[in-house]
């Protein structure tokens, strides 16, 4: 976890994985790396959020791969879910309900699903296909953590590779490319500048 400038409470807070998707960021926004997977994202989150003061909001900009054919671009997720969680097995244990898929206020249509898994074959890329456009590795969890403290949240990813063999090798091929559309977008649509 590394947090780049103060989080105050009038502006929002820029969060993001890793810093090769942050690499053409120039703002006075604080920006939050904190590292890939889920429980990295969390707890990275929750510190930053704990220790106050707040954000007027928190933006993921991220990479994301590309489920279904012909997906590229920049894109705001509407909802996000886990993928590698097993919430109907959970349910018949315990008869409570965990993971459930995460409606954005500010985000379209787009679903992209999150696990601590980087996809990269086929099967598994056909499979999520059926219950989501994109996938990465933090998106719920921040989602969750935001959602608990009462924080509003946008994701915002960019398609880095098609989540099929051979994406690991895309990703870092691409993370640059990647990384610059997400500086522009988030100039676009953020306080990006005081």
């Known amino acids: 976890m590394e947090l780049l400038g103060e989080i105050t ?63 590229t671009g920049t894109h705001v997720v509407g909802t996000v879910l886990q993928h590698d969680l097993d919430g109907e097995l959970l349910a018949t244990l315990t008869g409570e309900t965990y993971g459930a898929p995460l409606t954005l206020a500010d985000g379209g249509d787009v679903v992209l699903a999150t696990g601590d898994s980087f996809i990269s074959d086929e099967a598994s890329r056909v499979r999520l296909a059926a219950r989501a456009a994109l996938v990465d590795m933090e998106g719920y969890a921040l989602a969750t953590a935001a959602e608990l403290a009462g924080v509003p949240l946008r994701i915002v990813k ?17 993370v640059a490319e990647c990384a610059r559309a997400l500086a522009d977008w988030a100039e676009e649509n953020t306080p990006y500048r005081s």
């Open 158 to 174: 960019h398609v880095s590779d098609e989540a099929g063999d051979g994406a690991a090798r895309t990703w870092r091929d691409s």
């Open 9 to 71: 409470a009038g502006r929002p807070l820029l969060v993001l994985a890793v810093k090769e998707e942050a690499q053409f960021l120039d703002t006075d926004l604080p920006v939050l790396l904190t590292g890939m997977g889920k429980v990295n994202a969390a707890t990275a989150l929750a510190t930053a959020l704990g220790r106050g003061p707040r954000p007027s909001g928190i933006v993921n900009l991220g990479t994301a791969g590309a489920l279904r054919p012909g997906w």
